[in-house]
């Protein structure tokens, strides 16, 4: 039998090179609560990803909780349908409405053109996503903020490295908020962080990550417990010395994937990325023109035990908890609608190998060959 082929695997260093870290733990026996190497993973992550303060948390969800809860937003947020449910999630834990908003065809983000149209009274923060790395259209989403005095809070889940006009994408916005998910181009096994602009903020994030104490003796803000651990900090700063090759190689299969499928009628690339993309997923459309339908085909795939995902299928808006909005009726939402339907993310990540990539290559030539 063929080796299965997942959608991704994680970035994972040579075991033995991980063993002194965890021998300094233990030696140590400081596990958590801001430890050396979550400082130090704090200061040289800030550092590679060219940002001026960033705050670890233990998951990206958590740190989505903690981002709203640090800019106090309230009432209503315009988010995207087309994204992974934690971001539109976030907000109901928060007590917050989500709007949802239509994305743009060309880059699969939430449509400037749309949001001023949904901002009501009670709307008090624009929560975009910067999906599959692709940057949002982040000046005319700013201006729009600045316009009616609205926070920003970019999911920049997917976009670990992405630079956009010279600088980090993360720059954006009021804050951005990061997975170091399994899943993710750079992980910590599970792990997240938020990215803020001063000090100022960096400290009011600290505090509601650790209860919201000061010190021993002051509480100064109701906070969770989303901290980093010791052992995922460390297992970051290995990472560290491995992303850059990962990335070189994610790119490569990035550019095996568009002459290979260019030949392929009715696949659908979408943009091609800029020069810092960091190549975390490879998403394609089905269109008329295949021979059979995109769920035929993933059902081929997984036939094969070649594990494609349905990147996001489907929408946010159609979950119970979210189908009742105003903003999630499907005729407000038809561009996203339309590319949940025909979206396939096929395998991505460093360690593919050639005869994998044959193999899913392979798939979509056969059913061209049925079909003729």
């Given at each position: ?7 991704t695997?994680?970035l ?6 991980f063993m002194?870290y ?5 030696d140590?026996k400081r596990l958590?609560n801001?430890g050396?190497?979550?400082e130090?993973?704090?200061?040289d ?6 940002v001026?303060h ?8 958590l740190a989505?909780?903690?981002a ?10 315009i988010?995207t349908?087309?994204s992974f ?8 834990w ?6 949802f908003?239509?994305?743009?065809p060309?880059?699969f983000n939430?449509?400037p053109?749309r949001?001023e ?8 923060a624009?929560?975009?996503?910067h999906?599959y790395?692709?940057?949002?259209d982040v000046?005319?989403?700013q201006?729009?903020?600045?316009r009616y005095?609205l926070k920003?809070?970019?999911d920049?889940a997917?976009a670990?490295g992405?630079q956009?006009?010279g ?6 916005g009021?804050l951005s908020?990061?997975s170091f998910?399994?899943?993710k181009?750079?992980?910590t096994?599970?792990g997240g962080?938020?990215v803020c602009?001063d000090?100022k903020?960096k400290?009011r994030?600290?505090?509601l990550k ?16 989303g901290k980093?651990s010791?052992?995922n ?6 990472q560290?010395?491995?992303i850059?090759?990962?990335?070189d190689?994610?790119k490569q299969?990035d ?6 499928l260019?030949?392929i ?7 091609s990325?800029?020069?810092h993309?960091?190549y975390?997923?490879f ?7 295949f021979p ?7 059902e ?5 035990d070649?594990?494609v ?7 946010i808006s ?9 903003s999630a009726?499907?005729?407000r939402l038809?561009v996203?609608s339309d ?11 460093d360690?593919?190998?050639p005869?994998e990539f044959?193999?899913i290559?392979?798939?979509?030539q056969?059913?061209l060959?049925?079909h003729r």
């Amino acid at each position: 039998m063929s080796k299965t082929i997942p959608v991704t695997q994680p970035l994972l260093p040579p075991l033995e090179e991980f063993m002194p870290y965890l021998q300094q733990i233990w030696d140590s026996k400081r596990l958590t609560n801001a430890g050396p190497f979550h400082e130090k993973l704090e200061k040289d992550l800030a550092a590679y990803l060219g940002v001026d303060h960033l705050c670890l948390f233990s998951n990206g969800t958590l740190a989505l909780l903690t981002a709203l809860q640090a800019l106090r937003v309230t009432g209503e947020v315009i988010t995207t349908p087309y994204s992974f449910v934690a971001t539109a999630h976030s907000l109901l834990w928060n007590g917050l409405k989500p709007v949802f908003v239509d994305i743009a065809p060309g880059t699969f983000n939430l449509d400037p053109d749309r949001i001023e149209e949904a901002i009501t009274p009670a709307t008090t923060a624009i929560m975009p996503v910067h999906c599959y790395g692709m940057p949002c259209d982040v000046d005319r989403i700013q201006q729009i903020a600045d316009r009616y005095g609205l926070k920003v809070i970019y999911d920049a889940a997917h976009a670990f490295g992405v630079q956009h006009q010279g600088q980090s994408l993360l720059r954006n916005g009021d804050l951005s908020v990061l997975s170091f998910h399994a899943t993710k181009v750079f992980n910590t096994f599970e792990g997240g962080a938020i990215v803020c602009p001063d000090a100022k903020t960096k400290k009011r994030i600290d505090y509601l990550k650790n209860f919201g104490f000061a010190d021993e003796v002051t509480v100064v803000a109701p906070g969770i417990n989303g901290k980093m651990s010791e052992i995922n900090a460390a297992f970051g700063l290995l990472q560290l010395n491995y992303i850059d090759g990962a990335l070189d190689r994610r790119k490569q299969i990035d550019s095996m994937y568009r002459e290979a499928l260019t030949q392929i009628p009715g696949i659908d690339l979408l943009w091609s990325p800029g020069e810092h993309h960091n190549y975390s997923y490879f998403p394609v459309l089905v269109g008329d023109a295949f021979p059979i339908s995109r769920d035929a085909l993933y059902e081929r795939f997984r036939e094969q035990d070649i594990l494609v995902r349905r990147y996001f299928y489907p929408l946010i808006s159609s979950f119970p908890m979210y189908r009742s909005l105003e903003s999630a009726r499907p005729d407000r939402l038809q561009v996203a609608s339309d590319v949940s339907n025909r979206v396939l993310c096929l395998p991505i990540f460093d360690s593919l190998t050639p005869d994998e990539f044959a193999r899913i290559i392979a798939i979509m030539q056969t059913i061209l060959a049925e079909h003729r």
